[in-house]
Structure formats: structure tokens, C-alpha cells
């Protein structure tokens, strides 16, 4: 069965940087397109990012751009999340998906002084 395991989260302080992890498993990871959204406390669920199968193609959330980086590695069944310049708007539940079905249970990211 489709298994998509978050990790990395944890307690950071504003500047700082966390990569997140997400270990995918019952399926062909390389054929597909996978993402991470966000979701804060009363707040909707928030895109962050996605990449193509191959990894050769990214789009990222405004709130994001220019801080984040999407990436992939086909050979571990891994997708990254490299978070730099944190914020504490930045915190939230981050989750691994890939789009449209399957989801992770989420890793809980706070970003504090």
C-alpha cells in the first residue's frame, strides 16, 4: 500500500534553516509528481511546492519562493524540503503528498525565539 512518511521537523529559530523529509513507499515514486503543503493553526490547508517525477521541473507558493527548495531522490524513494530564512508565519504542519490521493500524516514545524 502507498506509504508517505514525514520527518525533520522540529523547533527553529527565525533565520534559521530545517530540511524536511518524506519517504514514499507501494508505489513507482519516479513516475510521479509529488508536493508539500502546509497548514496552520485555523487556517487552510497552503501549497508550498511541487516537483515533476524526474525532478527536472518545480513550482513553488508565494509565501515561499525564494526561501525554499523542492527535490528529489528517485534511487531512495525521498522527497526533500530545504527551508531556509524561517519565519514564524513559516509554522504549520507540513505534508508530503502525492497529488490528488495520498497523503502523510505531517510533521510539525515551529519556528521561535
Known amino acids: 500500500q502507498v506509504q508517505l512518511v514525514e520527518s525533520g521537523g522540529g523547533l527553529v529559530q527565525p533565520g534559521g534553516s530545517l530540511r524536511l523529509s518524506c519517504a514514499a513507499s507501494?508505489?513507482?515514486?519516479?513516475?510521479?509528481?509529488m508536493a508539500w503543503y502546509r497548514q496552520a493553526p485555523g487556517k487552510e490547508r497552503e501549497y508550498v511546492a511541487s516537483?515533476?517525477?524526474?525532478?527536472?521541473?518545480?513550482n513553488y507558493g508565494d509565501s515561499v519562493r525564494g526561501r525554499f527548495t523542492i527535490s528529489r531522490e528517485n534511487a531512495k524513494n525521498t522527497l526533500y524540503l530545504q527551508m531556509t530564512k524561517l519565519r514564524p508565519e513559516d509554522t504549520a504542519v507540513y505534508y508530503c503528498t502525492r497529488p490528488n490521493d495520498y497523503w502523510g500524516q505531517g510533521t510539525q514545524v515551529t519556528v521561535s525565539s
Open positions: 516537483i515533476t517525477g524526474s525532478g527536472s521541473g518545480a
Open positions: 507501494g508505489f513507482t515514486f519516479s513516475v510521479y509528481a
